[in-house]
């Protein structure tokens, strides 16, 4: 258990659809990272929040949006999904402890 | 440009045979490395990671690798393998701020 919580682990949405992915860092953790892991584009870095911060940011589309609340959970939108955006999204507090994903299916 | 690459999308060895999983890297400033496993429908897991300290690294389950800088390497092994390290491996490397990982290894493991 890597303690990291992700929900939901399963979304099924329609193309033009938004919805968000949640996730609560390890206990103690200041660092949420999201990656996308896809069969087209493997798995690719999305963006890093640090307490509450963005911290660096890596392939995400404008689409996408992300943030940090206090209590240090994050929330990942994608918005006017596309069919190429179904694909495992994880997250990670430190870079040693993933979640077990959520995975995004569009119909 | 590519920050890692994985030679090999797919590697089988036999039960108790040496895995070797090759990682190579570009970047102009000290990279950290990492490996992780992905078993399937679970997340990453992470093996081990390099971060400037002891160019060989031992990471869990048996595995370990030796940043070679002259080579831009970093190779995952494990001497002798089991039927539970088969799995795709992904090799990823930290530059700046950014992360980039390596299009992973699938390891099968033949009895």
């Known amino acids: 258990d890597s303690g990291v919580t992700q929900t939901p682990k399963h979304l099924i949405t329609a193309t033009g659809q938004r919805v968000t992915l949640r996730c609560s860092p390890r206990s103690g953790d200041l660092s949420v990272y999201w990656y996308q892991q896809s069969l087209d584009q493997g798995l690719q870095f999305l963006i890093q929040y640090y307490n509450g911060e963005e911290r660096a940011k890596g392939n995400i589309l404008e689409r996408f949006s992300a943030q940090q609340f206090p209590d240090l959970h994050s929330e990942l939108n994608l918005s006017s999904l596309e069919l190429g955006d179904s694909a495992l999204y994880f997250c990670a507090s430190t870079l040693g402890h993933f979640g077990d994903g959520t995975r995004l299916s569009i119909l | 440009a590519q920050s890692v690459t994985q030679l090999g999308s797919h590697v089988s060895v036999s039960e108790g045979a040496l895995v070797l999983l090759r990682c190579n890297y570009s970047?102009?400033?000290?990279?950290?490395l990492f490996w992780y496993v992905q078993y399937p429908n679970q997340g990453l897991q992470l093996l081990l990671k390099?971060?400037?300290?002891?160019?060989l690294v031992k990471g869990i389950n048996g595995f370990e690798a030796e940043f070679k800088k002259s080579e831009t390497s970093f190779h995952l092994t494990k001497p002798s393998a089991h039927m539970s390290d088969a799995a795709e491996y992904f090799c990823?490397?930290?530059?700046?701020?950014?992360?980039?990982f390596g299009t992973g290894t699938s390891l099968t493991v033949i009895p």
């Open positions: 390099y971060t400037s300290a002891a160019t």
């Open positions: 990823a490397v930290t530059i700046g701020n950014q992360f980039y």
């Open positions: 970047s102009s400033v000290p990279p950290y």
